[in-house]
Each structure stands twice: as structure tokens, then as C-alpha cells.
């Protein structure tokens, strides 16, 4: 499914947008640099949500940045950005949907091994298939998730959802518990249960609390580090936006307070694509038809900047 583009109401002769900037990618080519991918799917959600509609609101905020960024007195205009569409979900069957995103993530780098994915979601269900495709072509995969609940949730009360993409990771051996790092666990959004299953598996977990007494850069520099130890060769980087606090992302379907800011969250992410090993991202849990003047989705498109310009050293379109 094709994404119509939106072009700027205003034009000026000297402000290049990132909106503009990506490039349609044709079926068959093989991409260098960073690509955006639509997982439009939130029907596994297990509350409301209008996450579906969340990937064409973050192109569409693509299109109110400028390219140039200030402190680094850098223009990114040149960078390679390819936009690969939407994956086209099935109207009724959630596994069929993931077993779409799951051959699509692997199909596009077994064509382009060298391509970073980013993949807009949907709810955090995408993560669970995005992230098995990822792996089976890139090797032992290293997960660093930023959420405010586990997503560890049983899979007999419901089947996949939402709430349960890391424990389906885990369930199919896709990686061990060793393997995941969460940050930004909260109080009161999770069972003890749950929190007692991340502990036996060996998942490492910092909470909202260890957010705000720790530095981000120290937590983000331990996490590549045990992430190292374990021998990973990449590391994907599973962002689910209600991490912030709602004050911050009103367009998450689970909005809660005491969650972390967004200088926080984009410094976290800027430390992250530094990392020669980060080579995948993904972006779930926007629900646009809640969102306040698109705030929750503006943060995702300075995301995607700020992790694209934290990785400067990607190929140029004049190269």
C-alpha cells in the first residue's frame, strides 16, 4: 500500500524538509542507509487504538523539520532516506499480518543487508514479528526496549497482542532473556507475575526510578555493554512511545504519568544510533486520532531524525 506524500503549504528556496528528502524505494532495489516501513496494524491491541493510522502521521510530521541541524551545524539533506510504503495487512487474521511484516523485514535485508529499517508501527504486536525477521538474517540479535510495561504477557489469556511481542521472543527462541534490556519500566503498569517471569529469564531491567537518578547515557552505555558480553551482532532498538510521561505523548493509547521526557528519551536514542552495532528501530503505540496537535507523533519524527543524524556516517546520494 502506497503513501501519498504531502508537500509543505509553504515553500522556501533555501529549507530543504525531511519529509522530502525520503525516496521511494522500487521492488527489487537494493537500498544503503536508513528506511522508513509501514507496519500499520492495531487490531492485537488489547484497548482501543488507532495505531494503524500512526505511520502515515509520522511521514506527514516529517514534513514540518528542516533538514539542517543547529548544534552540529549539519545538513542532512543528502543523506540516504528511502520510504518502502506500508506492508499491506490482512483485514481479519493478526498472524497472517505478522507473518507479513516478519517475510517483509527479512525479504527487504536479504535484498539490502546493509539497509537500517525503521519500522513505524502499529501497536507494540509488530515488534514481535519485525524483530524475528530482523534476526534471521542479521544473527544474534541484542533488543533494547523502552516501554513503560513489560510486554510479557501470557499468551493463554488472549492470545498475541500487545502485550505480549517480547514474550513470543522468548517463547520461540528467537532470542533469550539475556538478549533484552528494558528501560523505563513503571509502578502500577505491570503484574508481579510479570515482573517475576523478566527476573528468571535474565532479562535486565531498568526502571522509571533508575531513569531518573541515573544518567541516560550511563544506562544506555551499561546496556550496550551487557549486550556485548552477550556476543550480540546487532542490536534493534524497540521504542514504544508511552515510555513518556503523558504530559509528552497524549496520543498513547496506555497514557500514564511519571514516565520519562522527551530530551530524556532523545538523548537515549542519540547515544543509541552512535552505536556502530544499533541497526534497527522501530516506533509503536501512537494512536493519531487521540493525539493533541500531533504531539506524540512529532516525537517520533524527531526520533527518526535524531537516530538518523546520530549515524552521519550513512552513505550520501551523491556518493
Not at 32 to 55: Q, T, V
Not at 137 to 152: E, M, V
Not at 204 to 219: A, F, G, L, P, S
Amino acid at each position: 500500500m502506497k503513501y501519498l506524500k504531502k508537500n509543505a503549504k509553504f515553500v522556501d528556496r533555501y529549507v530543504t524538509k525531511w519529509g522530502a528528502i525520503a525516496k521511494d524505494w522500487q521492488k527489487g532495489e537494493k537500498m544503503r542507509g536508513a528506511a522508513l516501513i509501514g507496519a500499520p496494524l492495531s487490531k492485537p491491541s488489547i484497548s482501543h487504538s488507532g495505531a494503524a493510522f500512526a505511520p502515515a502521521a509520522i511521514r506527514d510530521m516529517l514534513y514540518g523539520y528542516s533538514t539542517y541541524a543547529t548544534s552540529q551545524e549539519y545538513d542532512m539533506k543528502d543523506s540516504v532516506l528511502y520510504d518502502c510504503g506500508d506492508i499491506l495487512m490482512h483485514v481479519t487474521d493478526i498472524k497472517e499480518s505478522h507473518c507479513r511484516i516478519e517475510s517483509t523485514v527479512n525479504d527487504l535485508l536479504m535484498t539490502s543487508p546493509n539497509v537500517i529499517p525503521i519500522i513505524l508501527g502499529g501497536d507494540h504486536s509488530i515488534s514481535f514479528p519485525s524483530i524475528a525477521g530482523f534476526s534471521s538474517c542479521k544473527g544474534k540479535t541484542g533488543i533494547i526496549q523502552f516501554d513503560a510495561h513489560h510486554d510479557l504477557r501470557n499468551l493463554d489469556d488472549g492470545g498475541p497482542s500487545n502485550g505480549t511481542p517480547f514474550r513470543s521472543l522468548l517463547e520461540n527462541d528467537v532470542i533469550s532473556g539475556k538478549q533484552l534490556i528494558q528501560i523505563g519500566i513503571r509502578n502500577f503498569m505491570n503484574a508481579r507475575a510479570y515482573h517475576d517471569y523478566a527476573k528468571e529469564q535474565g532479562v535486565t531491567v531498568y526502571t522509571m526510578k533508575d531513569v531518573r537518578e541515573r544518567e541516560i547515557k550511563e544506562i544506555i552505555f551499561e546496556s550496550i555493554s551487557l549486550l556485548k558480553a552477550q556476543d550480540v551482532t546487532n542490536i534493534y532498538v524497540s521504542l514504544d512511545m508511552d515510555v513518556l510521561d503523558q504530559a509528552f505523548a497524549p496520543g498513547c493509547p496506555a497514557i500514564g504519568p511519571g514516565g520519562m521526557d522527551s530530551w530524556t528519551l532523545l538523548d537515549g536514542i542519540t547515544y543509541l544510533g552512535q552505536e556502530p552495532l544499533v541497526t534497527g528501530l522501530d516506533i509503536v503505540e501512537i494512536d493519531p486520532t487521540l493525539d493533541i496537535r500531533d504531539m506524540t507523533s512529532r516525537i517520533a519524527a524527531q526520533v527518526i531524525m535524531d537516530f538518523i543524524l546520530a549515524k552521519n556516517d550513512l552513505p550520501v546520494m551523491n556518493l
